[in-house]
């Protein structure tokens, strides 16, 4: 909250450190969350080890959303600093990536289906 009243301040007289404001505490409060998130994928690959879940499609699950995050984070960079072009197709790139790393789930959960299915 500091940090957004101190960037609105900063921003009439100086608009370049208002942005590198608000990017540098964004990264610090990323930093100061990668133990909790590390805490979490320990926890969800402790569930699936117990549950039998090939750690395969937990790993491919937890990259699609540390990739939605990212895309997010650098969207929102760049329409702060005023590029809703840029943030556009850093949405997209992030929602592409997404796509691709789903493609073995897709894959395995039709072929699930299919087996299912009486011939």
């Given amino acids: ?3 957004t009243f101190l960037a609105l301040v900063v921003k009439e007289h ?3 450190f208002a942005f ?3 990017v540098f505490v964004g990264v ?3 930093i100061f969350l990668i133990d909790q998130i ?3 994928i320990h926890m969800l690959e402790e569930l699936a080890a117990e549950a039998n879940i090939n750690l395969a ?3 491919t699950v937890l990259q ?3 990739i939605a995050y990212i895309a997010e984070f650098g969207a929102q960079i760049a329409k702060d600093a005023g590029q809703g072009a840029m943030a556009s197709k850093i949405e ?3 929602k592409v990536l997404i796509m691709v790393m789903a493609i073995p789930i897709i894959s395995v959960i039709i072929e699930t289906i299919v087996r299912l299915i009486p011939s």
Avoid: N, S
């Fill in 14 to 16: 100086k608009p370049i």
């Fill in 38 to 40: 590390a805490m979490i």
């Fill in 28 to 30: 610090i409060i990323f």
């Fill in 1 to 3: 909250m500091i940090a």
């Fill in 57 to 59: 499609y937990v790993q």
């Fill in 20 to 22: 590198l404001l608000t």
């Fill in 92 to 94: 997209l790139a992030g």
């Fill in 64 to 66: 699609i959303v540390g």
